[in-house]
């Protein structure tokens, strides 16, 4: 599995690619949403993970453009946020994410995210 | 002062005690303002005396403050959550690279939230603690990241009244923080 994961926090994208790793995920890291859109559109992985909290607000309208594009909008994307109203799994489902992870993000539940959202059966841990 | 503030002075000093013995600290100000007081004790001050000083009232102070068993220093707190190298996968490389890169987007972080608390900034101030809290939230942290939730809640209120006592906490709980992660990097 290929992955995507845009996110401008380092720690978490380095834990993240760290952990998913070793579990036969290979992670392309995209620090803003300008840079996902770029690598999603050139490359298009088999998941994209997106954090919609990223500096200049763009994390939002990023899903909105992936889940428009013909090349992009039927990729899984799976949304992380630092915080959220009640509203805000439902606001993201409506854009098209598949599923919604309040940060801090433990690694094993997004592992288990992507195979659910890309069909695959998880590898043991 | 300039450079840091007496409130952030204290906070990093109660930050490096961690448990052990507490120096008492008396704060002198010529700020009246009610809250003054109780924003240098929730600092972790011990006492406060206004300027124009009297040599009394500080006299008064040192002493009430010297007397008696030293008080001790608030418990030491186990910082970075047990769980930790369970959540890294039993990795400790893993956990000490991730240490090191937090610690060196650790300056910038900090100074983007200090510079959003003078420039009574709640925008800025909410975007540069959400970055900060975000990050400490990957190692646990829950006594750094609930003083982050706090002063990123006045800003997203817009209310700043305190917040120079938020941030001295915060400071304080991110330098306990930082310097038990320096351990590990």
Redesign the interface.
């Known amino acids: 599995m290929k992955i995507l994961l845009a996110d401008d926090d380092r720690v978490l994208t380095t834990l993240l690619t760290g952990r998913l790793r070793p579990r036969g995920v290979e992670v392309v890291v995209a620090h803003d949403a300008m840079q996902a859109l770029m690598s999603a559109m050139r490359s298009p992985p088999d998941a994209i993970v997106l954090d919609i909290q990223m500096p200049g607000g763009t994390g939002l309208e990023a899903l909105r453009k992936l889940k428009t594009s013909t090349k992009t909008s039927s990729i899984p994307v799976i949304v992380l946020s630092g915080s959220g109203t009640k509203d805000t799994p439902r606001e993201v489902t409506e854009l098209g994410a598949d599923e919604f992870l309040l940060k801090p993000v433990d690694p094993e539940a997004l592992y288990q995210a992507l195979c659910r959202a890309t069909g695959q059966a998880p590898a043991p841990s | 002062m300039p450079e840091m503030s007496g409130l952030e002075a204290t906070a990093a000093i109660r930050g490096r005690e961690n448990g052990g013995r507490r120096t008492p600290i008396i704060a002198m100000t010529a700020r009246v303002l009610k809250g003054d007081r109780e924003e240098c004790l929730a600092a972790g001050m011990d006492d406060y005396v206004s300027k124009p000083l009297s040599p009394k009232a500080l006299f008064q102070a040192i002493d009430a403050a010297t007397s008696g068993p030293p008080r001790p220093s608030q418990e030491p707190l186990a910082v970075i959550g047990d769980g930790l190298v369970a959540?890294?996968?039993g990795?400790r490389a893993?956990l000490r690279?991730?240490a090191a890169?937090?610690l060196q987007?650790y300056p910038a972080r900090l100074a983007a939230v200090r510079a959003a608390v003078g420039q009574r900034d709640p925008g800025a101030l909410e975007?540069a603690v959400?970055?900060l809290?975000?990050?400490a939230?990957?190692?646990?942290a829950d006594e750094a990241v609930a003083a982050a939730v706090r002063l990123?809640t006045m800003a997203r209120e817009r209310n700043l009244g305190g917040v120079e006592a938020a941030f001295a906490e915060l400071f304080g709980c991110m330098t306990r923080f930082t310097v038990e992660l320096g351990g590990l990097a």
Not at chain 2, 137 to 140: I, K, L, M, V
Request: negative net charge; charged residues 25%; glycine residues 14%.
């Open positions: 959540h890294m996968g990795d893993l690279e991730l890169i937090f987007d975007a959400h970055a809290r975000g990050a939230a990957n190692f646990g990123e």
